[in-house]
């Protein structure tokens, strides 16, 4: 069984950074693409970055290109989110997800395990 567990997201002033963390547990993680999508209040949830397996390839969304990085640590089964640059557009609940047997999987149907998520709040 897989869990992934999100932190790091606070209250951050527009132009801040954070850097949010995702805690993997359970077997093989080194064989799932991993990714972040978020969710603002009254949204759906949107990609913003994913991992593959080896970490060798990354992709964005075009909101975030130039000032998130996505970035994985097999060793440790952690996936981080360095995010700089924050304006209150980046304001949303964050998800880590894992995806098993999927190429660059960039749509929510290819994720196989989600986490509960990590609040994220930009202030003006």
């Known amino acids: 069984q897989v869990q992934l567990v999100e932190s790091g997201g606070r209250l951050v002033q527009a132009g801040g950074s954070l850097r949010l963390s995702c805690a993997f547990s359970g077997r093989a993680f080194g064989t799932y693409g991993m990714g972040w999508f978020r969710q603002a209040p009254g949204k759906g949830r949107d990609f913003v970055a994913v991992?593959?397996?080896?970490?060798?390839?990354?992709h964005y969304a075009d909101s975030v290109k130039g000032r998130f990085t996505i970035s994985r640590d097999n060793a440790k089964n952690m996936v981080y989110l360095p995010m700089n640059s924050l304006t209150p557009e980046d304001s949303a609940v964050y998800y880590c997800?894992?995806?098993?047997?999927?190429?660059?999987?960039?749509?929510?149907?290819?994720?196989?395990?989600w986490g509960q998520g990590t609040q994220v709040t930009v202030s003006s």
């Open positions: 997800a894992a995806a098993a047997c999927q190429l660059i999987p960039r749509a929510r149907y290819e994720y196989d395990y």
């Open positions: 991992i593959t397996e080896s970490g060798g390839s990354t």
